[in-house]
């Protein structure tokens, strides 16, 4: 596990227009222009996001034409899953140990 890269996917969604650029993705594959043009920031901007998605390691790209499609990286968000799984469990855990706790009575 790389945490460097790890900390690199989850501070690329700390940001509201990538997050909303990875949920459009998670609808279908699409190129800059069609992000761009559901989103309240230029396709400039929008290709700037997918740069640091992409160095994130969250989305990939391929050529079709004379336009680059971007897709998500179905294995990359498995690991951020993994994670959150992880957290989940040890968080489950220990609600549950404090839940058996015993309690001292006054």
Known sequence: MDANRDADRWGAL???T????VARLAERPQAVGQLAAGLP???SAV???LKILKDAGLVEDVAEGTRRIYRLNPVALAALRDQLD???QRALAAYVDAAEAPTEEA
């Open 18 to 21: 990538r997050l909303a650029i």
């Open 47 to 49: 290709s700037q996001h």
């Open 41 to 43: 920031v230029s396709r």
């Open 14 to 16: 700390g940001d509201g």
């Open 86 to 88: 992880t957290y989940w």
